[in-house]
């Protein structure tokens, strides 16, 4: 416990879910994606909870535990419940859905799409209006899981109207929340005007210590992230921007190396 002692925030959170919903460990688990050798400390789902699975990962920069990092680099691997229901997954960089900077993707077209959310309730989230950018290092497809690798840079903190809020990474803690859905978003080509249905392959928060996230070669490993796919938000544009070499494509037949 002696983790939660630095965030007050992640106490409450904790006292408030444990009474109700089995919480995932917070301890984070050191995972080098092959393809790119970027190592992140992750933190994973398991199959009972979320069904297929669910894993969240961060890498950051080297002085992320003194100095609070404005940026990460993302790892998101989710399922698919099958070739239709292929589903959204996201993270709440503040942990609860709401007041906080939400990341969404969904697999579509044979691509990872994303999309930046914020809300004040517990009902759709609007587009997130403050400057973060995601920019794609990799994305991977297969029918049961789709894996993203993603630079988010101006993420970890925000602002939307009035109401801002941040993570920081010198507390050596975040607070992070998982959503998952089995249904795809609905007007899936324009992630700034997609529909959602609730997350019903599951939600939580938790408090996700950082050890192995800071990495000398962060700066490195941002040069990996080239790719702005943005989909398609009308009859006359098409498909999304071009994919660079260091971006990794497998196709649902091929088989993805990412566990
Ligand atoms: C139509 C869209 C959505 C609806 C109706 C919705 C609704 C809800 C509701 C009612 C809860 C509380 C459930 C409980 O306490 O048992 C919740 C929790 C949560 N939601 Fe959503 N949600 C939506 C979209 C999203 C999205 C897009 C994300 C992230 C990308 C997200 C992330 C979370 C997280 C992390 C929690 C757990 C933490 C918390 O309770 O604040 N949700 N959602
Ligand atoms: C930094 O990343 C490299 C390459 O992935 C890895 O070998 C090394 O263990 C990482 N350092 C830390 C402190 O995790
Ligand atoms: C996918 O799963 C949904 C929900 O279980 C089901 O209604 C639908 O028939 C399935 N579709 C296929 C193609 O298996
Ligand atoms: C937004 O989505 C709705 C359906 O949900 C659609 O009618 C409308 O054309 C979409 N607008 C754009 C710009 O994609
Ligand atoms: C799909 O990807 C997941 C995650 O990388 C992997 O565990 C699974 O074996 C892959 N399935 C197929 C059929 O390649």
């Keep these: ?23 995932q460990s917070g301890t984070p688990v050191a995972y080098t994606d092959p393809d790119t050798g970027i190592t992140f400390d992750t933190w ?3 199959e009972t909870l979320s069904e297929g699975g669910y894993t969240f990962g961060m890498a950051l920069p080297s002085d ?15 399922s698919s419940h099958n070739s239709t229901f292929t589903g959204w997954c996201g993270v709440s960089l503040g942990g609860f859905m709401t007041d906080s900077l ?8 044979g691509d990872i799409l994303t999309s930046f959310r914020y809300t004040t309730g517990y009902y759709m989230p609007d587009v997130y209006t403050g400057d973060a950018e995601l920019t794609q290092i990799s994305s991977t ?7 993203l690798i993603f630079r988010c840079s101006n993420c970890l903190q925000w ?3 009035s109401a801002s809020g941040s993570a920081s990474t010198s507390a050596g803690l975040l607070d992070l929340g998982w ?11 324009c992630p700034s005007n997609i529909s959602l249905l609730y997350h019903d392959n599951g939600h939580n928060i938790f408090a996700a210590t950082l050890e192995n996230a800071p990495n000398a070669s962060y700066t490195d490993w ?5 790719t702005t796919v943005t989909g398609s938000c009308s009859t006359t544009t098409t498909a999304t921007t071009a994919t660079p070499t260091s971006s990794v494509r497998v196709s649902a037949s091929a088989s993805a190396t990412l566990k």
Aim: a negative charge.
């Design 222 to 226: 941002t040069a990996l992230a080239q």
């Design 141 to 147: 497809i297969n029918s049961t899981h789709y894996a």
């Design 44 to 46: 994973t789902v398991s």
């Design 102 to 109: 939400l990341v969404l993707a969904y697999p579509y077209g």
């Design 1 to 23: 416990m002696r983790f939660f002692a630095h965030a007050s925030a992640a106490v409450a959170a904790v006292a408030l879910f444990s009474s109700t919903s089995i919480a």
């Design 159 to 161: 602002t939307q109207d």
């Design 179 to 189: 959503a998952q859905s089995f249904p795809a978003p609905g007007n899936p080509s």
């Design 64 to 78: 992320a535990l003194t100095t609070d990092a404005t940026e990460f680099i993302g790892y998101l691997l989710c």
